[in-house]
């Protein structure tokens, strides 16, 4: 098929275009570098992707660029650009709702009158459930961020398209994904990153945040699947074992046989207190389940970080 990724030098974006890739297709992949994280990682993570025959980048801004002549001809959409994070959302406001809101209402308005456009999946969060995000895909929409708001917007305004106009969607909402090129915002890069630099770092509220994390491996593939699911739907994507931050903490200690230098500070506004997927509807759909449990994974992430330069 004719696919386009948008985020595709991001984290997620640049893995599933390689799984894209690897299945046959053809992949447009776009992105502008915003620099919320150094362009350096995103250019290292589409080295691999540049030099495949069926893949073409395109270095534009969805937010300003024509869109038009990109989405031409195209069979389906991952919508995977966005200002991801919430701590920054609260003070780039201006970043958030337009990386995430206005760029998603351009896309849509691109692809209104598409005659080949078969699917258009947009890459949600379990932010938009707020505080509490543990359970199915009913749960109430709450987000007690800027970040998790604008994310819902998007998603309304999707609905928006599929009622009006058609738009053959499906909304993932992924739960904190890590592995390999996870973005050196995200807890788990610096933890570690401290560790390999021995340096500490600072854990913000009680450590007993409960996260249901998703390697990355399990988020490309539960997106793929998702992508062939029924038109409308809304599914989770997360993984099996729900962790505490502690428990997070431990287990690095114990991969890298060194420990942490802890420093306190409260909760974040806009943290969330639980998340862990019900991942049962996409279970029953599509038969997917995650498949690589939390000490693989972290371990796996480790192995890359020890990698980077420090
Ligand atoms: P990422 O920042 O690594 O990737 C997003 C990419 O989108 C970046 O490379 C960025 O340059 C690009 N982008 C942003 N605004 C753009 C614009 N206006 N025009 C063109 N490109 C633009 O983030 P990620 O972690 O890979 O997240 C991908 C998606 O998944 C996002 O939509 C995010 O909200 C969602 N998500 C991620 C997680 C996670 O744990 N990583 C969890 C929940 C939801």
Not at 9 to 31: K, M, N, W
Not at 170 to 181: D, E, K, N
Not at 207 to 222: K, L, P, S, W
Request: net charge neutral.
């Amino acid at each position: 098929m004719n696919l386009l990724v948008t985020g595709c030098a991001g984290f997620i974006g640049s893995h599933l275009c390689e799984t894209l890739l690897r299945a046959g297709h053809t992949v447009v992949g776009i992105d502008s570098f915003v620099p919320y994280y150094p362009e350096t990682y995103k250019r290292a993570n589409l080295r691999g992707l540049l030099e495949h025959p069926q893949f073409r980048f395109v270095q534009a801004d969805l937010r300003t660029d024509p869109l038009e002549p990109l989405v031409r001809d195209i069979e389906g959409i991952y919508h995977l650009a966005a200002m991801p994070g919430l701590v920054k959302s609260w003070t780039d406001f201006d970043g958030y709702w337009t990386c995430n809101v206005l760029a998603t209402q351009r896309l849509l308005e691109a692809v209104r009158t598409s005659k080949t456009l078969k699917r258009f999946l947009y890459g949600s969060t379990s932010s938009v459930y707020g505080k509490y995000a543990s359970g199915d895909e009913t749960l109430p929409t709450r987000p007690v961020s800027p970040y998790g708001v604008t994310k819902l917007a998007g998603e309304h305004l999707c609905r928006a398209h599929a009622e009006n106009f058609g738009l053959p969607l499906i909304v993932v909402r992924f739960f904190s994904v890590y592995g390999p090129r996870q973005r050196p915002d995200m807890a788990y890069h610096k933890f570690i990153r401290a560790l390999l630099r021995d340096e500490p770092i600072t854990l913000c509220g009680d450590g007993h945040q409960m996260r249901g994390n998703t390697y990355i491996d399990d988020c490309v593939e539960a997106t793929l699947q998702a992508m062939e699911g029924p038109i409308g739907e809304t599914f989770n994507i997360g993984g099996a074992d729900p962790v505490s931050v502690w428990d997070v903490l431990h287990k690095l200690e114990a991969i890298a046989g060194r420990k942490f230098r802890i420093l306190r500070e409260p909760e974040r506004p806009g943290d969330q207190r639980q998340t862990f997927a019900d991942t049962g509807k996409l279970t029953r759909h599509r038969g997917w389940k995650p498949k690589v449990g939390i000490d693989e994974g972290l371990a796996r992430q480790w192995e890359w970080q020890k990698t980077l330069p420090l």
